[in-house]
């Protein structure tokens, strides 16, 4: 076993040694899981691509060795990265699909009864808001956010009239879900650490392979000429 695999192996961690992971959740634990299985066996790979460069003939002049292991750690570097990246989407996605559980619990709190009386009642809220200051608007937006009014933020979200700026309406809607709905800014922000980790996994990997065969971090494989 090479120096080379050690240290790759290093970097494997168990589908609950990642502090961005509940382990009590058997749904994320189960796609991490996946996930890092996936990158185990793909070192198994690099590691043979590292063999290989290894045991090139001795008596072969240097410059010619050197290159002949530059485009095996290139081309396994590529190998890794392609048969890696559909195992980092479908990890995204099932990152994604927590964000959009959060985003329908949202959506269910603007859900009307009576759609032509709420439409009627949203043009009774946008005139009254447009015979006040603009100031007074914007402390009506943030008051109603902070006691959950999700009805009134959508009346001024949806006017055709800009009753406030842009940026009042974020803040405001960033307050309503904030407070409401505080998983909602966890879960995303958690899960754009977890992705980073994740792909930092995949590319403490490859550096390893190009440290130890000696190739430049900037080095890419030539791109294939186009056939005509």
């Known amino acids: 076993m090479t120096d080379l695999y050690l240290g790759l192996n290093d970097q494997i961690i168990s589908k609950t040694d990642n502090p961005m992971v ?14 890092f299985y996936n990158l185990k066996q793909q070192i198994h790979s690099v590691n043979a691509a590292y063999e290989r460069a290894q045991t090139i003939d001795p008596d072969v002049p240097q410059g010619i060795r050197t290159e002949r292991q530059r485009m095996i750690a290139l081309e396994a570097e ?13 990890l995204e996605k099932k990152l ?9 619990d949202i959506a269910e709190k ?24 603009k100031a007074e608007r914007a402390q009506i937006l943030m008051d109603a956010a902070q006691r959950g009014d999700k009805f009134l933020l959508d009346s001024v979200r ?8 842009e940026d009042i309406i974020g803040r405001a809607e960033f307050a309503f879900t904030e407070k409401f709905f505080p998983t909602f800014y966890q879960t995303k922000n958690r ?11 995949c590319r403490r990997v490859t550096r390893g392979l190009r440290r130890s065969l000696n190739v430049a971090l900037s080095d890419r494989l030539p791109k294939k000429q186009e056939v005509k």
Do not use: C
Not at 96 to 104: D, K
Not at 110 to 129: C, M, N, T, W, Y
């Open 110 to 133: 603007s859900k009307v009864s009576d759609p032509i009386l709420a439409e009627l009642k949203g043009q009774e809220v946008r005139r009254l808001l447009l015979g006040v200051d």
């Open 96 to 104: 994604e699909g927590q964000v959009e559980r959060i985003q329908a």
């Open 22 to 35: 509940d382990p009590n959740n058997e749904d994320e634990t189960k796609v991490f899981g996946e996930l």
């Open 191 to 201: 899960n754009a650490r977890t992705m980073e980790e994740a792909r930092e996994r």
């Open 158 to 165: 949806g006017s055709l009239i800009p009753i406030v700026s």
């Open 78 to 90: 590529a190998d890794f990265n392609a048969k890696m990246e559909p195992a980092l989407a479908k």
